[in-house]
């Protein structure tokens, strides 16, 4: 009697729900502390409540996924932590464009009025992803669930920020920030996206008072001229050192600004003058900190503008001030000339605009001190890097670390917990709860940056500051799967978080995904729409094939070049794994036994019992150094060549033979290094591994995703049988090779002639059932002295020598035409493409990856000719 069977096709579409709804409803992502258990934790990334998921997120999650399978099978408490975050511009942006489609504008509402509208739309458009990671197979612990402006992750935000400025390191600033002009609101550098475009690079010409000399200046933002307090040269540049001290006249305008020093000034770029204008540009910031220089805001907050430029500009938007400038300069022959140039601008993210560089009075935390132990814990590798090359970029920002801006000029978000006293605004009051009298108050319209609440993620998902027996049990963390675009927004202002509030760092490793990009090496963007949607990819390939497909694709440190080829590898190995389980299981009956007879073995089942061992440690060994893609190229090659192309053909040799005891072993053998297979695969490809595993596992055995993670067994480690068993399949592939180039029809035997010693001849009459089967071989001759027969072809194998006679086997006459055609041929289209190869204009004028095509092509014809000359010469 057969035990239960697979269908004949995988249909991913039959399993993926069904099992994991019946993990949920098993409890088997829940996690509780147990003092008899090792933690193992995850706190998820968390993505905007807006976000839809990614093929970023299918790589990042995926590899939490495989960390935390493992995990769990390795009998460690497993618990990822789930959650997602409140978004403030990003959300605050699509409620506004919400109701601006209802006709309603967010200045008509009170704040109330537009938080509820927030909430609601949080409530029924946030949290989609949430939902979709689920479709991914993401084995959350999903009663843990958290969301950044939860009451108690609230609580833990203001309570970080109160504790902070007690101690003195957060301030308000009249300082240099980011600037949208369109959600009116500081912005921090990740929200800033930084493209080319193609401008212009104006040089203008002001004059020296009291002389008849100039200095030339280029800017690419005439309008910012109105707001220039200096200009500056370098200090030993003999061709204006003169001038340094002297008044230029700032035209269109009554105000007359110095000429500095400062040896920020590149000599040799440009005029080697540049205009410092410190309230709209960092770098002008800094050198009017150094020479004292006066601070002109010239722009609203809206971009146009303000009170403090001439009042013919007064209200213009940038735009239009910036024609009207370069009019009146022209008109008054003070434009020396326009360029063309390219340069980069910085874009808001949400505002879709150029950014301003704008004084603006924020909230900003003090970061030295709080840098310090971060830096140390990394650099005395108490947290790791995978791949460690981050860590030197890791170091340069927290070398060069800036005061962090943490406000926001926002509705949606966890609001400053800061009143000012409505008789004195000097007089200001901190805590959670607000003032005793709150109606002689009024509390900061600020909200806080979004970084400044996920940076508190590793423990404030456990109702920090509270003491509880979560927070004491799962923190710290183990590890983070992050992108390196936000190594200083996230990682480091965590690790700072860590040791400031906890005294103890976040996680103890830090896996930094690749970057995704097409065939054509551009990083996937929604702009660019060349990523893919992943629901698509699930409903075409399945759920695991685009798991394991990606997870091959992505090496540790290099970028990720994505192709549906790589989903293509995912499909079939999961149809070669379907397929070899359905042939193991049709084959076994369910009383056979699962106790592996040491007695009872020969090469093959040596050789697999010992490859399976070499792949388990080598899969423990990549897993456990972040090598994931190393770690599924081991599993892809133990299970498509070792075990179905070679074992289980070799299998097929002795079921149904009149051995039954070492069938039986066959089977027992096929039946357990499948079962090991399954283990090894569940992190990668969770949904196929349990459907087959439903139908092997042994009675009492608990579901694979609790099921003992493998170790080797050195009880099986034989490395002789890998010599013998390699002999073995060199000979059957070199006869398979011959067959192949030979032209010989698949459903013809051929006859073997060997040469070979007393030694060689008895392992390969041990053999010869699985050589005849393997290689279609119908009679083997074997002797120390045979001589080649005519008209065969040879192979050496092991010192061995391989003859396959073809009389009679092929047409001569017609195989030899065949091959004579096609040397002919190759000979006519290698002339074509060396002519190509050697034309100057081809080369100057193709593209690049053209050009390496056509080298590719002659080197594989060349290849071609080489093989089909010995095949001709091997039968003349």
Known sequence: MSISQLDKVYNPINIEDKWYQYWMDNNYFHSKPDPDKEPYTITIPPPNVTGILTMGHVLNNTIQDILIRKARMEGKEACWIPGTDHASIATETKVVKMLEDKGIKKESLSRDEFLKYSWEWKEKYGGIIIQQLKKLGCSCDWDRERFTMDDNYNNAVLEAFIILYNKGLIYKGFRLVNWCPVSQSAISDEEVIHEEVNGNLWHFRYPIKDSDEELIVATTRPETMLGDTAVAVHPKDKRFKHLIGKTVILPLTDRKIPVIGDEFVDMEFGTGCIKVTPAHDPNDFDIGKRHDLEFINIMNEDASLNSNVPEKYRNLSRESAREKILHDLKSISLLEKTEEHIHKVGFSERGNVPIEYYMSSQWFLKMSELSKPASQAVNDGLIKFHPKHWVKTYNHWMENINDWCISRQLWWGHRIPVWYHNDDNDKIHVSIDGPPDPENWTQDEDVLDTWASSWLWPFAVHKWPENNQDLSYYYPTASLVTGPDIIFFWVARMIMSGFEFMGDLPFKDVYFTSILRDKTGKKFSKSLGNSPDPFTLFDEYGTDAVRFGIMLMAPQGLDVLFSSKGLEVGRNFINKLWNASRFVLMNIEDDISDELLENNLKLPELWILNRLQIAIERVNKHLDSFNFNEAAKVIYEFTW????????????????????????????????????????????????????????????????????????????????????????????????????????????????????????????????????????????????????????????????????????????????????????????????????????????????????????????????????????????
């Open 641 to 876: 060549s070792d075990y179905c192309d070679w074992y289980i053909e070799i299998a097929k040799t002795s079921f149904n033979k009149n051995n039954e005891s070492y069938t039986n072993t066959v089977k027992i053998i096929s039946k357990y290094v499948l079962r090991n297979i399954i283990i090894l695969l569940h992190p990668y490809a969770p949904f196929v591994t349990e459907e087959i595993w439903s139908k092997i596992k042994k009675q009492g055995d608990s579901d694979l995703i609790i099921t003992s993670w493998p170790s080797v067994d050195k009880k099986w480690i034989n490395k002789s049988s890998e010599h013998e068993m390699k002999i073995l399949k060199n000979l059957i592939t070199s006869v398979r090779t011959i067959r192949s180039q030979m032209n010989v029809p698949p459903n013809k035997l051929c006859n073997m002639v060997v040469q070979c010693n007393t030694k060689q001849k008895s392992i390969l009459n041990s053999y010869s059932l699985i050589i005849e089967s393997l290689a279609k071989i119908d009679n083997i001759e074997m002797t120390e002295d045979a001589k080649k027969p005519s008209q065969s072809a040879t192979a050496i194998v092991d010192n061995m020598e391989i003859f396959i006679p073809l009389h009679g086997i092929i047409d001569f006459d017609l195989e030899k035409d065949r091959l004579q055609k096609r040397i002919n041929e190759l000979k006519m289209h290698l002339v074509n493409v060396k002519k190509k190869l050697e034309n100057k204009d081809f080369l100057n004028r193709a593209p690049e990856n053209i050009i390496l095509h056509e080298k590719e092509k002659k080197d594989n014809m060349i290849l071609e000719l080489d093989k089909i000359t010995k095949n001709l010469e091997m039968i003349q």
